[in-house]
């Protein structure tokens, strides 16, 4: 009508201050500290005024049991102390505030895509923690709770009726909890890469035909990297036809992360995201939801998230 067309171009940046009080220990490296890096390094860098900042709500168990077990949110829940902190295993604990900032960051999810389908804004990147990837369907492990990536997959197709969606995760280590949610679920394409052998010791044996799993070498460097997006990883998700790109985005592969032994740049991380907008302009209406996985050493995380968000944001 009239001719005007509306382009959607801001991206959503979402997360919440409940993030910040889940902490499992000083000695944690998964710490409220990694978010407080990427917001001044934002800041520093003047971007902030180039996001639209959403606060993120809590899932509602409806949201959580498309992927998760009833078993499994009440176990976290009555494991949830009301004083000190409760290991579920040696890496991964919950304090008073865990099932809080749980339930945020799986929600930062389910309002990006949201925001995303009603056209709001372009994309989204979900700062949240704690992550997500290694939650299992009954298993909280790996620092994990809610399978924050799944459960957004999860509400694009069940609560906005989309059939075909793609999850892409280039964290060091393998998600094994979002392929535990999709696998054989041939409405969702799970795409990765991690380092192999290392924790948590899956992903290499090709459980469904919907998982591509590209397991790499310690020491991979940054063209090693991009010849696999490039011959891999791409004609697949071409193939597919994705109508949204979910990316857990975990930046433990950079070089100056010692929790993992890859050997990544800022620039791949810009580069492998530019990769994955172009798909979605394609095929997915420019759709993209991206969450906030692994990345240990403050200052590469705060760096590299910048350059994540800086593509998606078209900046
Ligand atoms: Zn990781």
């Known amino acids: 009508m009239g001719g005007r067309e509306t382009k959607v171009t801001s991206t959503a940046f979402i997360s919440h201050r409940d993030c910040h009080l889940h902490d499992m220990g000083s000695y944690h490296p998964e710490s409220p500290a990694r978010l407080s890096a990427i917001s001044d390094h934002m800041i520093a860098q003047g971007l902030d005024h180039y996001f639209a900042f959403y606060d993120a709500p809590l899932a509602s168990f409806e949201q959580l049991l498309r992927v998760h077990s009833a078993f499994h949110l009440e ?172 990316i857990s985005a975990g930046f433990d592969a950079h070089h100056e992360d010692d929790l993992g032994g890859m050997k990544l740049h800022e620039r791949d991380f810009s580069w492998v995201s530019e990769q994955l907008k172009q798909v979605a302009d394609e095929t997915a209406q420019g759709r993209i939801v991206s969450m906030l996985e692994g990345g240990y050493v403050l200052s590469a995380l705060a760096r590299c998230v910048a350059a994540h968000i800086k593509v998606l944001a078209g900046l």
């Open 75 to 246: 176990r976290l829940k009555r494991n949830s102390p009301a004083l000190g902190i409760v290991h579920l295993d040696p890496d991964t604990a919950m304090n008073p505030h865990t099932w809080n900032a749980a339930l945020r960051s799986a929600g930062a999810g389910v309002l990006g895509v949201d925001l995303v389908m009603s056209r709001e804004v372009q994309n989204a990147f979900c700062a949240v923690r704690p992550p997500g990837h290694h939650a299992e369907r009954a298993n909280a492990m790996g620092f994990c709770f809610f399978n924050n990536i799944a459960v957004a997959a999860a509400h694009a197709l069940k609560a906005h009726g989309l059939s075909r969606v793609a999850v892409i995760d280039f964290d060091v280590h393998h998600g094994n909890g979002t392929e535990d949610c999709f696998k054989n679920n041939e409405q969702v394409l799970m795409i990765s890469m991690f380092q192999h052998p290392f924790y948590p010791y899956s992903g290499t044996d090709h459980p469904a035909s919907n998982m591509l799993n590209v397991p790499l070498p310690s020491g991979t460097n940054s063209d090693e990297f991009r010849q696999m997006v490039n011959e891999v990883w791409l004609p697949r998700l071409r193939e597919f036809k994705p109508e949204f790109i979910f």
